[in-house]
Each structure stands twice: as C-alpha cells, then as structure tokens.
C-alpha cells in the first residue's frame, strides 16, 4: 500500500523558514517522481515543485528562489526547503507520487501539513 506522510509544518514568521517532509512507504521511491502541491485556505490546489527520477527540479514562478525540493532515495524521503517565507505561502502543503519516473500526472497524496506564515 502507497503510503504519504508529511511533517514539519507550523507557524513560522515572515522571512521564516521551514523544511517539510514526506516520508513514502509502498513502492520504489527512487524510480518516481515528486511533487509538493498547495492549498491556500479558500483557495485551490497550487504546484509548488516537482522532482524526478533522476533528480531534475522544477518550482513554481511564486517560489523560485526560496524553496528547494530535494529527495533522499536511501530513506525514502522527500523534502520542501521552504526559506525567506512570505504569509501569502500559508497553505496546506501536499507531497504527492507521480504515475512515473517523470512527470506524467500524481496518483498517490499524502494528508498534508499546514504551513502557516505569521506574525
């Protein structure tokens, strides 16, 4: 069974930083992608930043710059270096499995963290 587990989220001030995780479980993490995808409250689902097989990055315009995805394929782990935050990053933050090594679509998400941003 696929398994998603984020952590690391909370309050943090502006200018703050934090560092998400995503803890995979279920399937061989190293052969797929990732991604972080978020959740503003009222507000829809926002890519954040994605990582593939090979480790290649790709960030959203909003959060290049400031956050860097990174993966530890000997634990399992995903990451979201989140630095220099602004409050318009509040949000719901989702790690999510893709359907392969690159990006062709998620099919697995995990619960989230909440990340809220200040003061």
């Known amino acids: 069974e696929v398994q998603l587990v984020e952590s690391g989220g909370g309050l943090v001030q502006p200018g703050g930083s934090l560092r998400l995780s995503c803890a995979a479980s279920?399937?061989?993490?190293?052969?797929?992608?990732m991604t972080w995808v978020r959740q503003a409250p009222g507000k829809g689902l926002e890519w954040v930043s994605a990582?593939?097989?090979?480790?290649?990055?790709d960030y959203a315009d909003s959060v290049k710059g400031r956050f860097t995805i990174s993966r530890d394929n000997a634990k399992n782990t995903l990451y979201l270096q989140m630095n220099s935050l602004k409050p318009e990053d509040t949000a719901v933050y989702y790690c999510a499995k893709d359907l392969g090594s690159g990006y062709y679509g998620m099919d697995y998400w995990g619960k989230g963290t909440l990340v809220t941003v200040s003061t």
């Open positions: 279920g399937f061989t993490f190293s052969s797929y992608a």
């Open positions: 990582i593939n097989s090979g480790g290649s990055t």
